[in-house]
Nanobody, 116 residues
Framework: QVQLVESGGGLVQPGGSLTLSCAAS????????MTWYRQAPGKDRELVAN????????TYADSVKGRFTIFRDNAKNTVSLQMNSLKPEDTAVYYC?????????WGQGTQVTVSS
């Protein structure tokens, strides 16, 4: 079965950096777009970034452009999110997703808290 396991979250000060990772299994990872979403308390889940199956195309939410970088390693079945210049408004649970928001698969999420 499809499994997505996120890791790398934590508490970081404003201006700091974190790298999230998502380990995938149970499907042909190299055939699918991978997406990072986040959900802050009281807010809808929003798309943060995605990357196509071969890693040649990426998209980002305007709020993270220039600060976050998504990348993948198809040999290791992982997708990562490098987050720099973190702001308090980046505080959220971050989720890894594949095969679509509505009918796709999700990880359990990893908490990122940006606070001094």
């Amino acid at each position: 079965q499809v499994q997505l396991v996120e890791s790398g979250g934590g508490l970081v000060q404003p201006g700091g950096s974190l790298t999230l990772s998502c380990a995938a299994s149970g499907f042909t990872f190299s055939s699918y777009t991978m997406t990072w979403y986040r959900q802050a308390p009281g807010k809808d889940r929003e798309l943060v970034a995605n990357i196509n199956s071969v890693g040649s195309a990426t998209t980002y939410a305007d709020s993270v452009k220039g600060r976050f970088t998504i990348f993948r390693d198809n040999a290791k079945n992982t997708v990562s999110l490098q987050m720099n210049s973190l702001k308090p408004e980046d505080t959220a649970v971050y989720y890894c997703n594949t095969m679509g928001r509505t009918r796709g698969y999700w990880g359990q999420g990893t908490q990122v808290t940006v606070s001094s």
